[in-house]
Nanobody
Framework: QVQLVESGGGLVQAGGSLRLSCAAS????????MGWFRQAPGKERELVAA????????YYVDSVKGRFGISRDNVKNTVYLQMNSLKPEDTAVYYC????????????????????WGQGTQVTVTS
């Protein structure tokens, strides 16, 4: 049973920073790509950032490029999302997700490829 537990969300003013963490357990974390999704009220879930199992390749949605950074520590079984220069439009529940396919050679970018999800952590950015 794969478990993903997010932490690090909170309330921050526009221009501020937060670092989300996602601790994984239950299988060999280092063999699977990871992603961060978000969903704001009334909006569809979107992939914010993703990273291959090796950490070599990364994906970012255009709206966060240059502001967010995804990374992973395969020793600590944790994936991070560093969020800088936050904007009110970044307000959402952020979810960590794990690819269902081991050792995928490219960055997982389709929601249907992610087999395991965390419970989410709220990020609220005030203007």
């Amino acid at each position: 049973q794969v478990q993903l537990v997010e932490s690090g969300g909170g309330l921050v003013q526009a221009g501020g920073s937060l670092r989300l963490s996602c601790a994984a357990s239950g299988r060999s974390f280092s063999n699977y790509g990871m992603g961060w999704f978000r969903q704001a009220p009334g909006k569809e879930r979107e992939l914010v950032a993703a990273i291959t199992w090796s950490g070599e390749y990364k994906y970012y949605v255009d709206s966060v490029k240059g502001r967010f950074g995804i990374s992973r520590d395969n020793v600590k079984n944790t994936v991070y999302l560093q969020m800088n220069s936050l904007k009110p439009e970044d307000t959402a529940v952020y979810y960590c997700a794990a690819d269902g396919t081991a050792s995928r050679m490219w960055v997982p970018t389709q929601a249907r490829w992610f087999a395991h999800w965390g419970q989410g952590t709220q990020v609220t950015v005030t203007s």
